[in-house]
């Protein structure tokens, strides 16, 4: 092999290299990457309790860029806490919303602008809004979209709220807000 040959082939080998790196992180900055779930906070939609596999997911990154996060889906987030952590969460309500919580400090919260409350489908195991309150949608990276391991496990994943979880019409607001003002004079 001539030493012209050994260039070009290490050229072609270097702009191969570059263009794969370039074009990968791009992939997951601008697209979608995937990511492991762990613990028990998502279940039985992510690591159900019989399962010896964590779920991956695809984390779709472009449509959180391109689109509004609505009610039920499912949001990869940086954590208002431990800004190390990424939780994997339901978008429960939205801003302007008024939600019935589950055990935070308030009875109802009524979402500010800019921010959006989220839980965890297995409530008695979920670090969510029901600690730390509305999280603001700026911390929001990615849309997880589809289960893709375990193999028996792949699956497109639904935007829904579950069971029993909904926002509060404004009537019932005013009257829920209307009888706690009521008991505030008694007392």
Known sequence: ?????????????????????????????????????DGRSMQPVFNPKKSKWRDIIFCNRWFVQRHKIEKGDIVSLVSPNHPNEVLVKRV????????????????????????CWIEGDNHEQSLDSNFF???TVGLIHSKATHIIWPLHRIQRL????????????RRKVDELLDKEELLEEVE
């Open 1 to 37: 092999m001539t030493s012209n040959t050994s260039r070009s082939l290490a050229k072609l080998f270097c702009g191969t290299y570059f263009i794969g790196v370039a074009g990968s992180v791009t992939f997951f900055d601008k697209v979608g990457y995937l990511a492991t779930v």
């Open 92 to 115: 429960i309500a939205l801003e302007g919303e008024t939600i019935r919580t589950l055990n935070y400090k308030m009875r109802h919260v009524t979402i500010p602008k800019g921010h």
């Open 133 to 135: 309150g509305p999280v």
């Open 158 to 169: 639904k935007s829904e709220l579950p069971a029993g979880r909904t926002v509060l019409d």
